[in-house]
């Protein structure tokens, strides 16, 4: 599907100079001298190379047709994470490279939206908030104010993220997936 230069936003998969590249960010730029265009960081899906590109409102880019589908997490190995289609029953396994960080977050059974160009996986997509129990995390000071001191924790699946003080080891709290920051305690 084609779109206009200045319809290009940040998470969009495009084909472009023959590789599909997601948007990273966009910047709407309007010199002085000249048009205006969109200045568009693009990353690429295959290779994971950068390129920034100049889209001015007359110039057209191919939106890829993606198919996103619900799939629930069942199991890792070395090499992959194993998914499977309540509907079909139909398993896939999809590269540790490309779940990469999110990876740390999937339990059994989390349901998980997979986005398919071309009948291949490329990326997945988390639910936006998560449960996850605090594993390790410092004693609170005495005297910190506690509108802005956050402290360091450590969560049971490994990954680091900042808390408020009252949040103890063994607490239930839930986290934003696509910031990987606290939203509260369970």
Not at 66 to 75: A, G, R, S, W
Not at 81 to 107: A, D, M, P, R, T
Request: charged share 30%; glycine share 6%.
């Amino acid at each position: 599907m084609k779109i206009s230069g200045n319809e290009i936003k940040p998470g969009m998969l495009l084909e472009h100079k023959d590789d599909l590249w997601e948007v990273l960010k966009t910047q709407h730029v309007k010199p002085g001298k000249g048009g205006a265009f969109n200045q568009v960081e693009m990353k690429s899906v295959n290779k994971g190379t950068k390129l920034n590109e100049r889209f001015r409102s007359s110039d057209t880019a191919e939106k890829a047709s993606i198919e996103e589908i619900i799939f629930n997490y069942l199991y890792e190995d070395e090499m992959d994470y194993y998914f499977i289609n309540q509907k079909s029953f139909e398993q896939i396994n999809i590269k540790k490279e490309i779940v990469g960080e999110k990876g740390k977050f999937l339990k059994e059974e989390l349901e998980v939206k997979i986005s398919f160009y071309e009948e291949k996986p490329i990326s997945i997509e988390l639910p936006n908030q998560i449960n996850c129990k605090v594993e390790s995390t410092d004693a609170a000071l005495k005297g910190q104010t506690v509108s802005s001191s956050y402290k360091p924790a450590i969560l049971d699946n490994g990954v680091k993220i900042q808390v408020p003080p009252f949040i103890e080891s063994g607490d239930e709290i839930i986290i934003d997936t696509r910031s990987i920051e606290y939203i509260k305690k369970v």
